[in-house]
Each structure stands twice: as C-alpha cells, then as structure tokens.
C-alpha cells in the first residue's frame, strides 16, 4: 500500500520499474551477526560483477558504517554522497557521472557527519536508476534495522545471508532472519576455525548454503589500507565471488 500524497515519489519510482530499458539484479547482502563480512562481500561482488562488463553499482544503507566509500579507498573521490541524494524522488536520469566511481563500480555511499535518516523513497528511485544503467546493483542494509534498510531488502531480488560459521554465528543469524522477515534468502557461509560443517549450519536455519567464504587474512590490511578487497583476496574466495555472480546473473553453471 502506497498512501498518497506522502508516498507520491515512491510511487513514481515504482512505475518507472516498468520502463523499456533492461532491469539489473539487485542482491542484499547482510551481515548474520556484527563482523561476518557482510560489507566486505558486498563490495567485492560488486567489483568481481563489473569486469563482467556493463558496470555494477554498490549502494550503502547503513546510517552507522561510517562510509562503504572507505572500504574500497574512495573516501577523497569526487562524487556525490547520500547527504546530496536524500531528496532524490521519481523517475531519475543516468546517475553515473554524478557517483564516485572504483574499478567501474558506481559507489552511493553514506557520507561521516551528521546522522542521516534515510527514507524509503529516494532509497527506491535511485535503486531504480542504478538498475537501469549497470549490470549489477548490490545492497548493503547494514545491521541497524532502520526503515531504509528493510526498505533495501524489500528492493532486492535476491538476498544473501553472511553468516559465520560458529555456534555464536548460527544463533545471531536466526535473529538476523527474525528481524528482517527474511523468507527466501541463501546463505553464504564464512569459514572460522574449528566451526561448523557447513550441512549443520543449513540444517540450523533451514536455509542452503551456496557458497563458502574462506578465510582471507589479507583482507583486514587492505581495508586499512583502502584497497578495494576484490584486489587482495585470493583464488578460493573469487571462485566463490563466481559461484555467487553466476547465481545472480543466470549462468547455465549455475
């Protein structure tokens, strides 16, 4: 239910869904407990999508990130960031030459400042735009459970659940389930020592597993560092990032 007049810039970005141009897949990723990886999975989905070609976008929704632009070392490019965007409404043009841009990932990131209530409407119109112009548009809501972020779920297609692989890991992504009204998502399981099989955590939250995430000790660098982390992650974890992209992308190997 879309009541109106409030609610007219939403409406207006949702018959613009039904516009001729081709519609990207929008995938969530979100993060089963607090340190999973959620944030880092997303931006190197987004990266390992774009040398796909047709360019991906990442979009942050989390008030309390501090900035998806610093993970991939974009914090000092040009670009415009939430604080600019939150009045977006309706049907919106090419946002590309407006965005920060990292390895042909267009970046919509939360900006270090003042809180920002983000709300759903221009949530939905710029999502809408993204999907129009790139191959691939990947969410991250964060864990705040905002408006905006279940508004986030809500946009996605697809939704991949980042949860670690220990008893802590399984419980806290029950509540993540719990919390989102989370139905259809898959899992993506990241590994820990000494943790779970992975057909024991499927069987706790009755949920697939479709890909494996090892560990990546290279990673906590590069996120100080601001190197994008599809750079410094190695063979096991792209062949997953590909596992994942031909999931979205409707590979026949899928």
Known sequence: VIPLPDGAAWLGAVLADGSSRARAPVVAVIGGSGGAGASTLA????QQGAARGGGAALVDVDPLGGGIDLLLGAER???????????AEGHLGDLRG???VVDEVSVVSMARGPALDLAREPLAAIVTSLRAWHSLVVLDPGRALVPAAREAVRLSSRQFLVVQAG????????QALAGYDLREVEVVLRRVRGGLPPGLVAEALDLPVVAELPTEP?????????????????RGYRRALDRLLDRLLGSDDA
Do not use: F
């Open 43 to 46: 931006a190197a989905l987004a």
């Open 77 to 87: 490019a040009g670009g415009w960031r939430w604080p600019r965007l939150s009045s």
């Open 98 to 100: 407006y965005l920060p």
């Open 167 to 174: 008893v802590r890991g399984v419980a806290a992504a029950r």
């Open 218 to 234: 290279g990673l906590t660098g590069a996120a100080e560092r601001g190197d994008p982390p599809s750079r410094a992650v190695r």
